[in-house]
């Protein structure tokens, strides 16, 4: 504080005391505001430290910030003092470097030369100003606009300290005024693809090459063009993608933060005030946006997701008027958290005016390919040697090192060119090992090097430590850190100072009690360091701890396992993973342990190769799966083996009733029951092989041989022969009855047996899954909003499922009066269905979402949705939704009117008559269809067609399936909201006379 002796004269003591409170009370919130600490008081003068007690990525451009916010604080309090003399003036200076932590007596203490470092500069400072080291400009260059240099002198060192004094936040964070050369067809490239776009398009590239390669200098010397473009005023959204950001839609909150010009240490209200006057949202939806910047969002992920959709589609449609569209760039996109990719597919899909985007990534993965497939993908080079060399004297001129005056020497550069092989980062990297070491000739040959001399002061056994550390797959603890170096002969004393002085020194992050890297390429130097009998070990010893501490990360415990060459236990261990089939992520380890397998093992070798099917079948890719089930089953012939013939005959069950193949699910049905009872076969699979079939003959339409399966299944029961689960068949039976449109009976059944069932097991979420779909047919919309929330609440994340569920939410919210919320909770549907991996579970979730969006009237989204799914339903000859798709086109094209060539309405009769041709192919050939499909079927028919004698017939055919319908429903109330729903209630006017009732129809 300037003059603090003078105010003290110049005011009474109490109102000095008072003020003085007040002033250092509200900035000590401003550093803990910004995840700083306060160290201490001395006098007028205030020390806080970032970084301590927890390390952040950008601890110098919090530093600089909570300065800026406390100098804003200055000007408002000097505002607020009526003696115009006693203003207040503060001095800051910020340096970054290495501390130490440590306690004097009973006081916490932190020393060292950075700390005197940040004392010399705050005395050098001008009045209410923020001077800065060259470090820590640096970690936050594109953060903040900073002054020219300015050289100091520190007393008691021969060195001077080049310092900057920050003028104001850049408001342009992906400037960058570093070196950049070459690259000059790719800019221009992308440069003709922007001023072309059009927004209604998806277009943009994703920058891809390996790390360092200069993805991100490239997107801000794009940046840069644009912004020199003539007349150029549409936004720049940016946001990098982080490992350790916990946030679900992370990186779209920072997009939209980028935008409104926010960060999440404004307070809730200032952040819904700046949303509300810089776009044309709701405030409801202002203030949610709020709530999720300011870190207290408390609303489920599918909320959430709307909002930012709302907040988003409005920001890009305010410019769409503009020459130029909007820019997004995401730098990192490998570290996009999941829910944010979830929400570009949608987006993409569904917005109509989309920006201009940039993305960068080392080698994106499928996922991301499949999001951004409409992107085009521009691998970067190496820079050539000639481009290399100019970048290391751009960035290395004459004067740059103190011991070099005229720059690095021939020798050395020539290293680094051969080292770096062209790459910008390396380079850099490379020049400043130089520059901070001093001594040219000692430069490493690798980039591996550099990391492993920076460790090279520490302690023999510190090293040894840090390098074991390396093998933990994600982050541990200092028990974790303990028992792996007691494991491997070292002294447990050390773990708890070294991780301190490791988090200290920038190598690790704390959060909480977890320890993780802060770089991932330093880990991986590390850890490629160590011999591989040494890898070996330390992967035994993390995976035993694993399992000793209970419940271990499926995929890291895999990991490990299998890194310590424990193969049979890694098998074992594949084994008991829950949703194993579901999960892409396992396939690379499956395939190590088939190649380890081989055929030594046949039957471990055929279970992991149904493992593989499964997964790939689940995730879309059924040609794949296909292929594979068919070596299974070529294999497990070969063998000669009941039980191996059995189980893949057993799949093959399965696949073919998911799949439709009623024929090939009997006759894989019937052989597997054959092996198995050949061999000593677990209970439960002859009851699951049994079930499935009866679900295969129950689609045919053969209820008879469904009832004759199922007392099987009973008398087994009975006889006590056969442990399976009660539950388990009252499922099966449940299942059997929705299909056959007896939903009343349905949910008799089911009703008594989801009592006490645990949450989170497969039977309560089976149960309640179709409890849903019994309620959504017998249009009781208060029971089925209880029990379809309740799924939500639940573990499941099967995204054809909660689409659906949130279908069926909307409907209810509809006749329920709430119309908004039924809209979100469709758009919820379609952002979830747009997650569904395979042909089946996508046919299921449009089937929904397609009868959903006729029954709340919006005829386009409901013929979008259908006419996909007809075509995904034949290709495969799924039956059963296609009848219901193709009534519901039909029923569009039935009611929506056109001019004839006359110029006269006239129905859509063309379109009508094809979709009822291949509708009556599906009732001639006598598979299980819905009564309220046949009935429409039968209904249309009779409307078109032109002999009277065969519309009459048509229309008693409609009538008895209606009738049934109506009987399946029964309670008279449930029959009136039936009567609301799409055109049931007109069209059982007109089959049943005008006023007929429910029971009158019946």
Same mark, same amino acid.
């Given at each position: 504080?300037?003059?603090?002796?003078?105010?003290?004269?110049?005011?009474?003591?109490?109102?000095?005391?008072? /003020?003085?409170?007040?002033?250092?009370?509200?900035?000590?919130?401003?550093?803990?505001?910004?995840?700083?600490?306060?160290?201490?008081?001395?006098?007028?003068?205030?020390?806080?430290?970032?970084?301590?007690?927890?390390?952040?990525?950008?601890?110098?451009?919090?530093?600089?910030?909570?300065?800026?916010?406390?100098?804003?604080?200055?000007?408002?309090?000097? #505002?607020?003092?009526?003696?115009?003399?006693?203003?207040?003036?503060?001095?800051?200076?910020?340096?970054?470097?290495?501390?130490?932590?440590?306690?004097?007596?009973?006081?916490? !203490?932190?020393?060292?030369?950075?700390?005197?470092?940040?004392?010399?500069?705050?005395?050098?400072?001008?009045?209410?100003?923020?001077? !800065?080291?060259?470090?820590?400009?640096?970690?936050?260059?594109?953060?903040?606009?900073?002054?020219?240099?300015?050289?100091?002198?520190?007393?008691?060192?021969?060195? *001077?300290?080049?310092?900057?004094?920050?003028?104001?936040?850049?408001?342009?964070?992906?400037? %960058?005024?570093?070196?950049?050369?070459?690259?000059?067809?790719?800019? %221009?490239?992308?440069?003709?693809?922007?001023?072309?776009?059009?927004?209604?398009?998806?277009?943009?590239?994703?920058?891809?090459?390996? =790390?360092?390669?200069?993805?991100?200098?490239?997107?801000?010397?794009?940046?840069?063009?644009?912004?020199?473009?003539?007349?150029?005023?549409?936004?720049?959204?940016?946001?990098?993608?982080?490992?350790?950001?916990?946030?679900?839609? #992370?990186?779209?909150?920072?997009?939209? $933060?980028?935008?409104?010009?926010?960060?999440?240490?404004?307070?809730?209200?200032?952040?819904?005030?700046?949303?509300?006057?810089?776009?044309?949202?709701?405030?409801?939806?202002?203030?949610?946006?709020?709530?999720?910047?300011?870190?207290?969002?408390?609303?489920?992920?599918?909320?959430?997701?709307?909002?930012?959709?709302? !907040?988003?589609?409005?920001?890009?449609?305010?410019?769409?008027?503009?020459?130029?569209?909007?820019? /997004?760039? !995401?730098?990192?996109?490998?570290?996009?958290?999941?829910? &944010?990719?979830?929400?570009?597919?949608?987006?993409?899909?569904?917005?109509?005016?989309?920006?201009?985007?940039?993305?960068?990534?080392?080698?994106?993965?499928?996922?991301?390919?499949?999001?951004?497939?409409?992107?085009?993908?521009?691998?970067?080079?190496?820079?050539?040697?000639?481009?290399?060399?100019?970048?290391?004297?751009?960035?290395?001129?004459?004067?740059?090192? $103190?011991?070099?005056?005229?720059?690095?020497?021939?020798?050395?550069?020539?290293?680094?060119?051969?080292?770096?092989?062209?790459?910008?980062?390396?380079?850099?990297?490379?020049?400043?090992?130089?520059?901070?070491?001093?001594?040219?000739?000692?430069?490493?040959?690798?980039?591996?090097?550099?990391?492993?001399?920076?460790?090279?002061?520490?302690?023999?056994?510190?090293? @040894?430590?840090?390098?074991?550390?390396?093998?933990?797959?994600?982050?541990?603890?200092?028990?974790?850190?303990?028992?792996?170096?007691?494991?491997?002969?070292?002294?447990?004393?050390?773990?708890?100072?070294?991780?301190?002085?490791?988090?200290?020194?920038?190598?690790?992050?704390?959060?909480?009690?977890?320890?993780?890297?802060?770089?991932?390429?330093?880990?991986? *130097?590390?850890?490629?360091? +160590?011999?591989?009998?040494?890898?070996?070990?330390?992967?035994?010893?993390?995976?035993?701890?694993?399992?000793?501490?209970?419940?271990?990360?499926?995929?890291?415990?895999?990991?490990?396992?299998?890194?310590?060459?424990?193969?049979?236990?890694?098998?074992?261990?594949?084994?008991?993973?829950?949703?194993?089939?579901?999960?892409?992520?396992?396939?690379?380890?499956?395939?190590?342990?088939?190649?380890?397998?081989?055929?030594?093992?046949?039957?471990?070798?055929?279970?992991?190769?149904?493992?593989?099917?499964?997964?790939?079948?689940?995730?879309?890719? &059924?040609?794949?799966?296909?292929? /594979?089930?068919?070596?299974?089953?070529?294999?497990?012939?070969?063998?000669?083996?009941?039980?191996?013939?059995?189980?893949?005959?057993?799949?093959?069950?399965?696949?073919?009733?998911?799949?439709?193949?009623?024929?090939?699910?009997?006759?894989?049905?019937?052989?597997?029951?054959?092996?198995?009872? &050949? *061999?000593?076969?677990?209970?439960?699979?002859?009851?699951?092989?049994?079930?499935?079939?009866?679900?295969?003959?129950?689609?045919?339409?053969?209820?008879?041989?469904?009832?004759?399966?199922?007392?099987?299944?009973?008398?087994?029961?009975?006889?006590?022969?056969?442990?399976?689960?009660?539950?388990?068949?009252?499922?099966?039976?449940?299942?059997?009855?929705?299909?056959?449109?007896?939903?009343?009976?349905?949910?008799?059944?089911?009703?008594?047996?989801?009592?006490?069932?645990?949450?989170?097991?497969?039977?309560?979420?089976?149960?309640?899954?179709?409890?849903?779909?019994?309620?959504?047919?017998?249009?009781?919309?208060?029971?089925?909003?209880?029990?379809?929330?309740?799924?939500?609440?639940?573990?499941?994340?099967?995204?054809?499922?909660?689409?659906?569920?949130?279908?069926?939410?909307?409907?209810?919210?509809?006749?329920?009066?709430?119309?908004?919320?039924? +809209?979100?909770?469709?758009?919820?549907?379609?952002?979830?269905?747009?997650? *569904?991996?395979?042909?089946?579970?996508?046919?299921?979730?449009?089937?929904?979402? &397609?009868?959903?969006? +006729?029954?709340?009237?919006?005829?386009?989204?409901?013929?979008?949705?259908?006419?996909?799914?007809?075509?995904? =339903?034949?290709?495969?000859?799924?039956?059963?939704?296609? /009848?219901?798709?193709?009534?519901?086109?039909?029923?569009?094209?039935?009611?929506?009117?056109?001019?004839?060539?006359?110029?006269?309405?006239?129905?859509?009769?063309?379109?009508?008559?094809? +979709?009822?041709?291949?509708?009556?192919?599906?009732?001639?050939?006598?598979?299980?269809?819905?009564?309220?499909?046949?009935?429409?079927?039968?209904?249309?028919?009779?409307?078109?067609?032109? @002999?009277?004698?065969?519309?009459?017939?048509?229309?008693?055919?409609?009538?008895?399936?209606?009738?049934?319908?109506?009987?399946?429903?029964?309670?008279?109330?449930?029959?009136?909201?039936?009567?609301?729903?799409? $055109?049931?209630?007109?069209?059982?006017?007109?089959?049943?006379?005008?006023?007929?009732?429910?029971? #009158?129809?019946?």
């Amino acid at each position: 504080m300037k003059d603090f002796t003078s105010l003290s004269e110049r005011m009474d003591p109490e109102e000095m005391d008072s /003020l003085m409170n007040q002033v250092f009370t509200t900035f000590e919130a401003i550093v803990r505001r910004h995840g700083g600490t306060v160290e201490k008081y001395i006098g007028d003068a205030l020390v806080a430290v970032f970084g301590v007690p927890s390390i952040h990525e950008d601890d110098p451009a919090r530093a600089v910030n909570a300065a800026l916010d406390v100098l804003d604080e200055v000007s408002r309090i000097n #505002a607020s003092i009526t003696d115009s003399s006693a203003s207040l003036g503060f001095r800051i200076g910020i340096n970054t470097g290495l501390i130490t932590t440590g306690r004097r007596g009973e006081h916490d !203490v932190v020393t060292g030369h950075a700390m005197s470092v940040a004392s010399r500069l705050e005395s050098e400072a001008r009045v209410n100003s923020v001077l !800065v080291s060259q470090t820590t400009r640096d970690h936050c260059d594109t953060d903040f606009v900073f002054s020219e240099p300015l050289t100091l002198k520190v007393k008691g060192k021969s060195d *001077a300290i080049v310092a900057f004094e920050v003028t104001e936040r850049n408001e342009r964070p992906v400037d %960058d005024d570093s070196v950049f050369v070459g690259r000059k067809e790719i800019l %221009d490239t992308i440069l003709r693809r922007f001023l072309r776009y059009q927004p209604g398009n998806t277009d943009g590239f994703v920058l891809s090459g390996d =790390g360092g390669i200069g993805k991100s200098r490239l997107a801000a010397q794009l940046v840069g063009k644009v912004r020199q473009l003539p007349d150029f005023q549409s936004p720049i959204l940016y946001a990098r993608a982080m490992r350790y950001r916990p946030q679900p839609f #992370a990186v779209v909150v920072d997009l939209l $933060s980028s935008y409104f010009g926010l960060d999440r240490m404004r307070d809730r209200s200032e952040i819904e005030t700046a949303v509300l006057d810089q776009s044309s949202v709701e405030a409801r939806t202002a203030a949610g946006f709020a709530n999720l910047v300011a870190g207290e969002n408390k609303s489920h992920d599918n909320e959430a997701f709307v909002l930012l959709y709302l !907040v988003l589609k409005d920001v890009v449609k305010r410019y769409a008027s503009e020459p130029y569209p909007p820019l /997004l760039l !995401v730098d990192n996109l490998h570290f996009m958290d999941r829910h &944010s990719r979830d929400f570009f597919r949608f987006f993409l899909k569904n917005a109509d005016i989309k920006p201009f985007f940039i993305l960068t990534d080392r080698h994106p993965d499928p996922g991301i390919q499949e999001v951004f497939s409409a992107l085009e993908t521009a691998v970067l080079p190496p820079l050539s040697r000639d481009e290399a060399t100019q970048l290391i004297e751009e960035t290395c001129p004459p004067g740059y090192l $103190s011991g070099c005056p005229d720059g690095l020497d021939s020798e050395t550069k020539r290293s680094i060119l051969d080292n770096s092989q062209g790459n910008p980062l390396f380079v850099r990297e490379y020049v400043r090992f130089a520059a901070e070491n001093r001594d040219t000739a000692a430069l490493p040959t690798t980039m591996q090097n550099i990391f492993l001399t920076s460790i090279d002061p520490y302690d023999p056994p510190m090293r @040894d430590l840090l390098k074991k550390l390396s093998v933990f797959a994600h982050n541990f603890s200092i028990a974790d850190s303990t028992h792996v170096h007691v494991g491997t002969d070292g002294d447990p004393r050390i773990v708890e100072p070294a991780l301190s002085f490791f988090t200290r020194e920038g190598i690790l992050v704390r959060e909480d009690d977890l320890y993780m890297f802060k770089y991932d390429v330093f880990k991986k *130097a590390l850890y490629n360091s +160590l011999l591989n009998y040494n890898k070996r070990i330390l992967h035994r010893v993390v995976g035993e701890l694993m399992v000793q501490k209970g419940n271990p990360h499926p995929l890291r415990l895999l990991l490990h396992l299998i890194r310590a060459e424990e193969y049979d236990k890694a098998t074992k261990s594949l084994w008991q993973i829950t949703g194993l089939t579901g999960n892409l992520e396992y396939l690379p380890y499956i395939d190590v342990l088939l190649d380890r397998a081989g055929n030594d093992d046949v039957d471990a070798y055929l279970n992991l190769l149904f493992a593989k099917s499964a997964i790939l079948f689940n995730n879309g890719m &059924s040609d794949e799966a296909d292929l /594979l089930l068919k070596n299974i089953v070529d294999l497990a012939v070969r063998q000669h083996s009941p039980m191996h013939a059995g189980s893949a005959y057993h799949l093959l069950t399965a696949y073919n009733v998911k799949a439709y193949c009623f024929e090939k699910a009997r006759y894989c049905g019937t052989n597997a029951l054959a092996y198995y009872g &050949s *061999a000593e076969t677990p209970l439960y699979r002859v009851q699951n092989v049994m079930e499935l079939m009866a679900s295969a003959e129950m689609l045919r339409n053969r209820r008879e041989e469904v009832d004759r399966i199922l007392q099987t299944v009973e008398e087994h029961k009975a006889s006590g022969t056969w442990p399976g689960s009660e539950v388990q068949l009252s499922i099966s039976k449940a299942e059997h009855l929705l299909m056959g449109g007896e939903f009343q009976e349905a949910r008799k059944l089911l009703k008594p047996q989801i009592a006490g069932l645990p949450r989170d097991g497969e039977n309560w979420l089976s149960a309640h899954l179709m409890l849903g779909i019994a309620n959504f047919h017998l249009c009781d919309w208060q029971e089925l909003m209880r029990v379809d929330l309740a799924i939500l609440e639940g573990p499941s994340r099967h995204y054809s499922n909660i689409s659906q569920i949130n279908a069926q939410i909307a409907i209810g919210h509809h006749f329920l009066g709430d119309k908004k919320s039924a +809209l979100q909770r469709l758009q919820q549907a379609e952002f979830t269905s747009s997650q *569904a991996k395979n042909d089946f579970d996508v046919l299921d979730a449009y089937r929904t979402l &397609s009868e959903c969006y +006729l029954i709340m009237g919006d005829h386009e989204k409901a013929g979008e949705f259908g006419n996909i799914g007809v075509g995904i =339903g034949l290709r495969h000859s799924a039956t059963f939704p296609v /009848l219901t798709l193709l009534m519901i086109l039909a029923e569009i094209a039935m009611s929506e009117d056109r001019l004839d060539k006359d110029g006269h309405d006239a129905p859509r009769e063309n379109e009508a008559e094809f +979709l009822l041709f291949e509708a009556g192919l599906l009732i001639d050939r006598g598979v299980l269809l819905r009564n309220r499909d046949v009935a429409l079927y039968h209904y249309f028919r009779s409307r078109l067609a032109e @002999d009277s004698t065969e519309a009459e017939a048509a229309a008693n055919a409609a009538r008895a399936a209606l009738r049934r319908e109506i009987d399946c429903i029964g309670d008279d109330e449930l029959v009136a909201a039936f009567m609301q729903v799409r $055109s049931f209630g007109r069209i059982s006017r007109e089959l049943f006379g005008e006023h007929a009732n429910a029971h #009158a129809a019946s």
